[in-house]
């Protein structure tokens, strides 16, 4: 799957993001995405590799 960033960064008045069926988010985010989901790139959840997952968020974090 090939994404365009340029596109993605584009999108300015909503949060865009690309995820794999896992939920992880692994490709990009427009900054508009990056600062609604803000405490999920923050929190411990978040693989050591930046790689942040809706659903380890919301399940094993208390802050989810």
Do not use: E, I, K, Q
């Not at 900054?31 to 790139?41: N, Q, T, V, Y």
């Amino acid at each position: 799957m090939a994404v365009r960033l340029g596109h993605l960064d584009s999108v300015t008045l909503s949060a865009a993001f690309v995820r794999n069926g896992r939920m992880d988010v692994v490709v990009a985010t427009n900054p508009l995405a990056r600062a609604l989901h803000a405490p999920m790139f923050a929190s411990d959840t978040t693989d050591r590799h930046g790689c942040a997952n809706f659903a380890r968020y919301r399940f094993l974090d208390p802050g989810g």
